[in-house]
């Protein structure tokens, strides 16, 4: 191949390459909670488990990391380094999206985070594709010098770099940029709800769910009933699918998972049609809660009361009984239960509080930024 040739390649490579990056990047980095889940969800297939602590940082990075390559890239800044790394960290995803394919099939390998949904396949093969634009980029730049930045370069990289695990810190610390998921500002939830359950008017507390859960310990799967509360034990068991019982059409786990209920029963249909507004304290441990949120959620309390509107907490953690909770000497508030899963999923955080005015989704706050 002529070098004039090789370099129009080349280039086209890179810049196919850098873009392919930058989203894939910016779509994770902004979610960073999601990318937390998938890599437990990887963690716990393959017994790995002891990593899980530093699934957080592990998702800011990498995530990071692939925004600020494929910004390099795009800007040729120091190709030859940033081609080394495209090249590991794609024949890595490569044999892992192989593996997860055919060996311990998932649903999604998560590779474009919630913004774009591949199977298994599709992203296998996706990589398959852009592996030789990869080498392509590295036998272009191979006899470049490695680590000899100039002055540009290094102010570039520094930086992307900023850029890149700055949004992704942000993210963590506040809520995602950009919300792909259906519980976003403007959504009705019981309305989604019932479109996909498609049961008109009839109430959805009639219809029988089966949740089917992985022990992420043995690897075998066991079905459970709504009201069974053993599934919510995240530490012990991982979602792998939902059914309704003599139903048609499928259903979509993200919304027809959502429910809220307690010892005395299923109040999600009560709770997401009450008239006015609605302030859902989502805790993930009652008994966990940092000082600092503890009185940020006393203050949503108090700010609900005078509003004359309803609040209450929500949390995974099993309520064997009618439970009430205070936080930090405030007004008592109801305690209901739902599922881990679907509260990371409506909120991207440990703690905070979505809002309902009418049924509506208004807002969404994390513990650390509450805006009322």
């Not at 997860?100 to 396949?121: K, M």
């Not at 909770?325 to 999923?345: L, P, Q, W």
Request: aromatic letters at 12%; one cysteine or more; a neutral charge.
């Amino acid at each position: 191949m002529s070098s004039r040739r090789l370099k129009v390649i080349s280039t086209l490579c890179r810049v196919v390459v850098g873009v392919l990056f930058i989203f894939s990047g910016f779509v994770k980095v902004v979610d960073p909670w999601g990318t937390a889940l998938k890599v437990r969800e990887y963690l716990s297939i393959y017994n790995m488990e002891w990593f899980s602590p530093a699934a957080m940082v592990f998702s800011i990075w990498l995530c990071g990391a692939e925004l600020m390559m494929g910004l390099m890239l795009l800007f040729k800044v120091r190709i030859r380094l940033v081609s080394i790394f495209a090249l590991l960290s794609m024949t890595f995803f490569t044999v892992l999206t192989f593996l997860s394919a055919t060996w311990i099939p998932v649903e999604d390998c998560g590779c474009f985070g919630e913004a774009l949904r591949l199977s298994p396949w599709a992203t296998f093969l996706k990589n398959l594709a852009v592996l030789p634009m990869v080498i392509i980029i590295w036998y272009r730049y191979r006899h470049d010098k490695i680590f000899v930045f100039n002055r540009i370069e290094l102010a570039l990289a520094c930086l992307f770099c900023t850029i890149a695990m700055g949004i992704g810190a942000y993210c963590y610390y506040t809520l995602p940029l950009l919300d792909f998921l259906p519980y976003k500002k403007g959504a009705n939830i019981y309305e989604m709800i019932q479109s996909q359950h498609d049961t008109g008017e009839e109430d959805m507390t009639d219809e029988e769910y089966v949740l089917v859960y992985r022990n992420r310990r043995t690897g075998r799967l066991r079905e459970f009933s709504i009201d069974d509360k053993e599934w919510q034990n995240e530490k012990k068991w991982e979602w792998v699918e939902t059914r309704v019982e003599n139903e048609i059409s499928p259903v979509q786990t993200l919304v027809s998972e959502f429910s809220i209920s307690d010892i005395e029963g299923n109040v999600t249909q009560e709770i997401l049609t009450r008239q006015g507004k609605v302030y859902m304290i989502c805790v993930t441990t009652l008994s966990n809660i940092p000082d600092s949120c503890v009185s940020r959620l006393k203050y949503v309390v108090e700010h609900a009361q005078q509003e004359g509107a309803h609040v209450v907490c929500l949390t995974p953690e099993p309520l064997r009984e009618v439970t009430w909770h205070s936080f930090n000497g405030g007004e008592e508030v109801r305690c209901y239960n739902i599922d881990a899963t679907v509260m990371k999923t409506m909120l991207r955080a440990e703690n905070g509080v979505v809002v309902l005015n009418d049924g509506v989704i208004e807002g969404k706050y994390n513990c650390r930024r509450i805006r009322l």
